[in-house]
Structure formats: structure tokens, C-alpha cells
């Protein structure tokens, strides 16, 4: 037996694989087998793994810090957690039993660290001893520099005042930049009012000629996030305008200094155990304690289903034949009353369950005529399923979907007769699917929904219906993508992404746009021929690829990737909010010329 096994892919967006949904079948053996040895030699970078009977290892690779993942099923550690440091490249190996039935092994890698995941390979010496052979780590030295880096001023120090050098506000937060690594137990993070943020650092200073003193966050578009920084003594004190009704806000330390996000786009919640179709958790095995979210409220009203927790609301939706499924992670039903359908109603029948102790599922069965739209995030703890009647608008324009006031900039193209076109945005990855990680930390799933929000604003502009797949960071499976746009009957799909090869390729640079292989290439030229027009990106071509969304949809569909997060010349664009704005311009324009037929 000498397999070599692919990792999972389910993270990230490597080239040729985006949007696979890799799952591997797995052989629960009956009867629970030990972990009998495992060891790392850090300088070969091979991990051993015996159990007692066959296992069939699987892989994950996490980031930020990179972690690489791997689980036994079905296999018990009979110990408490074992953690063994390192002093390299790699950092630390845990092994923990993640779930009663399964061990889980994490290889942690220092900040600035990480590796290819194409090339990590398991060979089996027999079917229950495994060899992991790790890629050597590739040191993430080549990040950017922000915007407008200001020169640094001072050497890096290991003494005196934390100096804050600069910062900046990307899609999802605020990001400071310090000349050391934040000393632990060294910030505080208050909210003394519903509407304020408060982070004070200690023993810390701005640098001399700090620049912008304010920053403005628009997180995609939905509300506004006034910051300002200054001195106050020895502390810096950082303070934000925050929306009441948000949730909470968190720091999270990064090498160079450390980010301020919402905690909703931040937290993923532990793993339901693994199922043949569930996929492991980046979440190391201790962690698993989080409070559950009661479920208080589920609410039909008008075309809206409204779903409410007590806390953070984890949720994924799909179908299951023609039961539209919600399924609430870390949840318990509160005492709730079930709305009652009536006749007219747009669901034809709903039924609301505890699955298991964590897990509560809503089933929706929409009334004939009628079509689930898919979620929508009102706040961390809420959400609402859209429905919609046949000849009724798409709640796009009751409830637009409100993104940052238009720019000066106009598309310059022709608009099409209002209403008569509908087309499908599919803003690639989301939720606990970052897609790619590239340069200086940037996400596939974060840039994509930027740019494509903005691809849909445009196209409404010229008289397009557009519906999207998702407008916030939600976990969404590809075959509800698709289930969407053929419920839509849309006239277009089009899946948006960003592309990745290794962080040791800076070099690969460029815009490639997909069709499926038998169907019609004219929408994917159209949208690169109108993307190569208007920006200064290199040409990879229009291909013809099997993914799923594009392969499984009947209308003409096409998936654009619009850059490498790991490219040098990329990344710097992507970092740049007007140049996410030209793609987006750019690609409707493309959206427009197909539909007018030119
Ligand atoms: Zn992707």
C-alpha cells in the first residue's frame, strides 16, 4: 500500500481546484483503535503516525497561523492533550482527542510561516502506520507594504514604548501596524456604550508623524465604522463609532501588529463531530467549549423569514431535494412559537428541530410559485431567509442590497430594458471557507464579496435584476449556488474568485476567465474582453474548466478569476479599493455587452 493522499482542498482555492468540493470517503473502523506512536522530526519534516488498526487519515490546512490538520477517525488517544514545542519553522505539534471518536493532530507553524498544501503527501507503510511528509515552509516574507507606508522611524526595538507606526482599514477591519509583536495582557477592549469601541494599549505611543489620525471603514457597504487614534499619556487609545446593534468587536495579535474586526467575521464555531460529509475544524481540539446560541425567535413576515439567537448565529443553509434546509450550529431551541402558514403563505410547510444537543435545523418547503432567495445577515445574532413570488421583484429592490454610495464613475455602456434580464452574482467561498490566502494575509472570500457587491450595484444601475448567491460572510455549499440561479431562471450566472498558487511564485500574475467545457465560451469572453480593456492586468486567457458552478448551471455561466492573492502585482491591486471598484465596473460592463448581444 503506497498511496499518496491530497490534501483537502475545502480551504483554499488552488489553482485548477477552485471550487472542487473534495470530500474523501471514509472507513470508520467498528471498534475504537489507539494511537500507538507519532512523532515529528522537524529536519526532515516527516511526521509519523502508528495506530493500533487501519486509519484513514484527514487533512486540513488552516491558516493564519498556519496550521496543518490532520484526523483519525475513529482512532482514541487514551491520554490527556500532549503539546511538544519546537524551535523553527514549525512550532508546535498538539495531539488531542478532538470528539470520542476521533484523534486530531495539529502541526502548528511559527508567524510567518507556511506551506503548500498541493505538497504535503501521506504515504501509507501499512494501513495503520503513515508517513506525512511535509513541503518545507515557505517563510511569508513578502508583504506588502500598506497603501502609504510611512517610512519607519525607528529600528525595531525590544524595549521602551510599543510604537504604533500605522494603520489602515481594509473589508473587514482595522489593521495596526507596531514595530514588535503585541506583548501579551498588554491592550484592554472596553465597550462603555452601546455605539463606542474602546482599545487602549499600554506603554505605547504613536510614532511622531503618525498618519491618518481618523480612518472610515464602509464593511461591505452595509454600515459605516468611524475610527480615531491618538495618544492619552502612556497608552494609545483607539476608539470606534460602531452601529448599536452590532456585535462584538475583537483584537487579534498578528506578527506586525494586530486587527480590529467584528467578531462575527472573525469566529468560526467548533466543528459539529464529523460526519462523511463534514468537514474537520481549523479550531484546535481544547477549544470546543463554546456557549451555545438559543434560538428565540423564527418569524415569517411578508417575504422574509427571520431567525433570531440570543448570541452569535452559526448557520449554513442548502437543499436537500426540495427542502430548503438551515441548519444553526452551537445552537438550542429556545421557547419559541412556530409561525403559522396560512394560505397565500410562501412556504408551503416549515418544521423547526433539534437535531442533536447542538444543532437545530429549519426546513423549508416553499409553496408552489414561490422560491427561497437564501439568507441575508441583519446583525451577528439574526438573519433572514428571502422568499420570492413568481412575477414579484427580487427583494434586491425593496430591501437594495446597500453598498457604498456610487462613485463619480459611471459604467459606460448602454442599459438594457429594465427588469427584462436577471443575472446571478456568486460571490466565490465565505463564511468558514476563506477561499485563498494570499500576501499580507489577504482572503479570497473577503475581496470577491467586495468587488462583487459592487458588480451587482452596477447592474442594477443599468436596469438588471441581480440576485446574489451571498451578500455577507456566510458558509454556503456550491449546490445551493447553483440551486439559486436556476430557481431564478436567471439569463447569466457569474462566479467571482481570486486566484492562488504558492506564496514562492510572486511572479505568477493575471486574469483568467472560465466556461464549461461543451457549453458556450461568449459570456466568459465577454467579461475578460471588458476587464482587459479598462485595467492593466495580464492576459491568462479564456479556459474551459469543470467547476462545479459553471458545469452544473443550464444558463450561460462563467467564472472570472480576477487575480492572484498570491502574485506580487495582484495582491498590491487587490489591496486597492479603487482598483476592486474598476474590476467591478469592469466585469458588469462585460455582464452588459453579452446581454445586449455585442
Ligand atoms: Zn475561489
Known amino acids: 500500500m503506497d498511496q499518496q493522499w491530497r490534501l483537502w482542498q475545502s480551504q483554499a482555492c488552488w489553482r485548477g481546484l477552485c471550487g472542487t468540493a473534495a470530500a474523501l470517503v471514509i472507513c470508520q473502523p ?31 490546512l488552516v491558516y493564519n497561523p498556519t496550521r496543518l490538520v490532520i484526523d483519525l477517525p475513529g482512532v482514541v488517544l487514551g491520554s ?14 498538539r495531539v488531542a482527542q478532538f470528539d470520542p471518536q476521533t484523534t486530531r493532530i495539529v502541526v502548528e507553524y511559527a508567524a510567518g510561516f507556511t506551506i503548500d498544501p498541493q505538497q504535503v503527501r501521506f504515504r501509507g507503510v501499512a494501513a495503520n502506520n503513515w508517513l506525512v511528509q511535509l513541503p518545507p515552509p515557505q517563510q511569508q516574507g513578502a508583504t506588502p507594504p500598506p497603501p502609504a507606508p510611512p517610512p519607519p522611524t525607528t529600528p525595531t526595538r525590544t524595549t521602551g514604548p510599543l510604537q504604533v507606526r500605522h494603520w489602515q482599514a481594509d473589508a473587514t477591519g482595522f489593521r495596526v501596524m507596531t514595530d514588535r509583536p503585541l506583548p501579551e495582557g498588554s491592550y ?28 472610515e471603514l464602509q464593511r461591505f457597504g452595509r454600515d459605516r465604522v468611524r475610527a480615531e487614534i491618538r495618544n492619552q499619556g502612556r497608552q494609545v487609545l483607539i476608539s470606534l463609532a460602531v452601529n448599536p446593534q452590532d456585535g462584538d468587536w475583537q483584537v487579534t495579535p498578528r506578527e506586525d501588529g494586530f486587527v480590529i474586526t467584528p467578531t462575527t467575521t472573525a469566529i468560526s464555531p467548533p466543528s459539529p463531530p464529523p460526519t462523511a460529509t463534514s468537514r474537520p475544524s481549523g479550531i484546535p481540539a481544547a477549544s470546543a467549549q463554546t456557549p451555545l446560541t438559543t434560538i428565540q425567535r423564527v418569524d415569517l413576515g411578508g417575504r422574509e423569514l427571520l431567525i433570531q439567537g440570543d448570541r452569535t448565529v452559526f448557520y449554513s443553509v442548502g437543499w436537500e431535494g426540495n427542502t430548503y434546509r438551515i441548519r444553526l450550529r452551537q445552537a438550542q431551541l429556545g421557547n419559541i412559537r412556530e409561525p403559522r402558514l396560512v394560505p397565500g403563505s410562501p412556504l408551503s410547510n416549515l418544521e423547526i428541530r433539534q437535531d442533536d444537543n447542538q444543532t437545530v435545523s429549519i426546513l423549508l418547503t416553499p409553496a408552489p410559485n414561490f422560491r427561497i432567495l437564501g439568507p441575508r445577515a441583519l446583525t451577528a445574532e439574526s438573519f433572514v431567509v428571502q422568499l420570492q413570488g413568481a412575477g414579484e421583484p427580487p427583494p434586491g429592490s425593496s430591501t437594495p442590497i446597500r453598498v457604498p454610495p456610487t462613485p463619480t464613475t459611471q459604467v459606460p455602456s448602454q442599459p438594457v430594458p429594465r427588469g427584462r434580464f436577471v443575472v446571478v452574482i456568486d460571490p466565490g467561498h465565505g463564511g468558514r471557507d476563506p477561499g485563498a490566502v494570499g500576501i499580507g494575509g489577504i482572503r479570497e472570500k473577503d475581496i470577491v464579496l467586495d468587488m462583487s457587491l459592487q458588480v451587482a450595484q452596477f447592474l442594477q444601475q443599468q436596469g438588471v435584476q441581480v440576485i446574489m448567491t451571498r451578500t455577507t460572510d456566510i458558509d454556503l455549499e456550491l449546490a445551493p449556488r447553483v440551486s439559486i440561479a436556476e430557481r431564478a431562471r436567471a439569463n447569466a450566472f457569474v462566479s467571482i474568485h481570486a486566484n492562488a498558487i504558492s506564496m514562492a511564485r510572486p511572479d505568477v500574475n493575471g486574469l483568467e476567465t472560465y ?20 485595467l492593466n492586468i495580464r492576459d491568462r486567457g479564456v479556459r474551459a474548466a469543470r467547476f462545479y458552478v459553471i458545469r452544473n448551471t443550464s444558463m450561460d455561466a462563467a467564472l472570472v478569476e480576477t487575480g492572484f492573492v498570491t502574485g506580487a502585482e495582484d495582491a498590491a491591486n487587490f489591496q486597492n479599493p479603487a482598483w476592486r471598484t474598476q474590476m467591478a465596473q469592469a466585469i458588469a460592463r462585460g455582464i452588459l455587452n453579452f446581454l445586449q448581444g455585442r
Do not use: D
Open 80 to 93: 490527556p492533550q500532549v503539546n511538544q514545542n519546537f524551535n523553527g519553522p514549525i512550532r508546535q505539534v
Open 515 to 534: 466556461y464549461a467545457p461543451g457549453k458556450s465560451s461568449r459570456l466568459a469572453a465577454a467579461i475578460q474582453n471588458s476587464i482587459l480593456s479598462s
Open 188 to 215: 484592554t477592549l472596553r465597550r462603555p456604550r452601546r455605539n463606542r469601541i474602546e482599545i487602549s494599549l499600554n506603554n505605547s505611543e504613536l510614532i511622531r508623524n503618525f498618519n491618518p489620525r481618523r480612518l
Open 30 to 60: 467498528a471498534m475504537a483503535s489507539r494511537l500507538q506512536l507519532w512523532r515529528l522530526n522537524p529536519s526532515t519534516n516527516q511526521l509519523e503516525i502508528r495506530t493500533e488498526r487501519g486509519v484513514q487519515p484527514r487533512a486540513e
